[in-house]
């Protein structure tokens, strides 16, 4: 699939643009949902992601929520890259979506920081994530 092979490759946006047409065109699947919202995190779009994310919580949280982090996802090296180049409280949280919804990196989960975040809207959508998962985290053990 095109849209997997662009994302593979880095290119986001051109990712993005396909996934939102398979979408479109109703060739849906978590996978296909997952990796769009690491193309808007990547993007910047996160308002977008955020509303998604919290539909899809809502609606089907397995989903979004698999607890198996997938092989090859490219959420490690770019949340590395936000770290570096991004230190502030939006690319923490972007880390932290990256973190969630790519690749299901738990243990890496700073959320404490984020709901101290001066940035009221990072404390609202954490709280509101976080009480999916943990609701999904617990259902799971």
């Not at 993007?43 to 989903?63: C, F, N, Q, W, Y």
């Not at 090296?77 to 180049?85: A, K, V, Y």
Request: charge should be negative; charged fraction near 25%.
């Amino acid at each position: 699939m095109l849209a997997n092979q662009r994302f593979l490759s880095g290119h986001y946006d051109e990712a993005l643009s396909l996934y939102n047409q398979l979408i479109e065109s109703g060739d849906v699947n978590s996978k296909i949902l997952r990796r769009r919202l690491v193309c808007e995190i990547v993007a910047g779009s996160i308002e977008r992601a955020v509303a998604e994310a919290l539909e899809m919580l809502h609606t089907k949280p397995e989903d979004l929520l698999q607890f198996v982090p997938s092989d090859d996802c490219p959420c490690n090296e770019l949340i590395h890259f936000i770290s570096r180049n991004e230190p502030n409280e939006i690319g923490k949280f972007r880390q932290f979506l990256l973190s969630l919804f790519g690749c299901l990196s738990i243990e890496k989960l700073n959320s404490q920081d984020l709901l101290l975040s001066q940035n009221e809207k990072i404390r609202q959508w954490t709280k509101e994530i976080l009480q999916y998962v943990k609701v999904q985290l617990c259902l799971e053990n």
